[in-house]
T-cell receptor
Framework: SQQGEEDPQALSIQEGENATMNCSYK?????LQWYRQNSGRGLVHLIL?????REKHSGRLRVTLDTSKKSSSLLITASRAADTASYFC????????????FGQGTRLTINP | DAGITQSPRHKVTETGTPVTLRCHQT?????MYWYRQDPGHGLRLIHY???????DKGEVSDGYSVSRSKTEDFLLTLESATSSQTSVYFC????????????FGPGTRLTVT
């Protein structure tokens, strides 16, 4: 079963614009993470936000978490062609904190 | 790829044959995971290990078995491969100890004909 559901499934924007991806989940979580996957490669960890945090920044990335709505968003500012990739949210439950459940991902395309 | 290798990287096999995929890490991390990635399903956990000889099932464990006799190696075996097991398989590791981010290997593309 999928814990995280990303929205939209695909997003295409112009270089320099901001990209926002959303993730919804179903059960109480310990942490929520975002990963990036370039075509044909393994996933790369981007950022982790704990359940008691509401917002976190890392470079051009901004993640928000709303536990009351069971949702998170990933904002990439000033997008670059190199940001073209698939982005996945992953959640771990309070019971099984070392196991992640991934969403289906958002395919982001940055057009030059 | 954070000291994680997978072998083979590509494999084509016939239905009914046994297949073993290997994940090797040089990070001495406690936790190791096997996922499969299919279009429309994202990543799904097959099995994971929380120490040498300590393993447990994930969401899609039917038809798969695992073994971990050393900290650095985690093997995934398809006892009798089926076409539905055609997929890309990823290994991941995490240290535990309060750290939850996982580090992924490059993947193995398996085709069962």
């Amino acid at each position: 079963s999928q814990q995280g559901e990303e929205d939209p499934q695909a997003l295409s924007i112009q270089e320099g614009e901001n990209a926002t991806m959303n993730c919804s989940y179903k059960t109480s979580i310990n942490n929520l993470q975002w990963y990036r996957q370039n075509s044909g490669r393994g996933l790369v960890h981007l950022i982790l936000i704990r359940s008691n945090e509401r917002e976190k920044h890392s470079g051009r990335l901004r993640v928000t978490l709303d536990t009351s709505k069971k949702s998170s968003s990933l904002l990439i500012t000033a997008s670059r062609a190199a940001d073209t990739a698939s982005y996945f949210c992953a959640t771990d439950s309070i019971q099984g904190a070392q196991k992640l459940v991934f969403g289906q991902g958002t395919r982001l395309t940055i057009n030059p | 790829d954070a000291g994680i290798t997978q072998s083979p990287r590509h494999k084509v096999t016939e239905t009914g044959t046994p297949v073993t995929l290997r994940c090797h890490q040089t990070e001495n991390h406690r936790y190791m995971y096997w996922y499969r990635q299919d279009p429309g399903h994202g990543l799904r956990l097959i099995h994971y290990s929380y120490g040498v000889k300590d393993t447990d099932k994930g969401e899609v464990s039917d038809g798969y078995s695992v073994s971990r006799s050393k900290t650095e190696d985690f093997l995934l075996t398809l006892e009798s491969a089926t076409s539905s097991q055609t997929s890309v398989y990823f290994c991941a590791i995490t240290s535990g100890q309060g750290a939850y981010e996982q580090y992924f290997g490059p993947g193995t593309r398996l085709t069962v004909t």
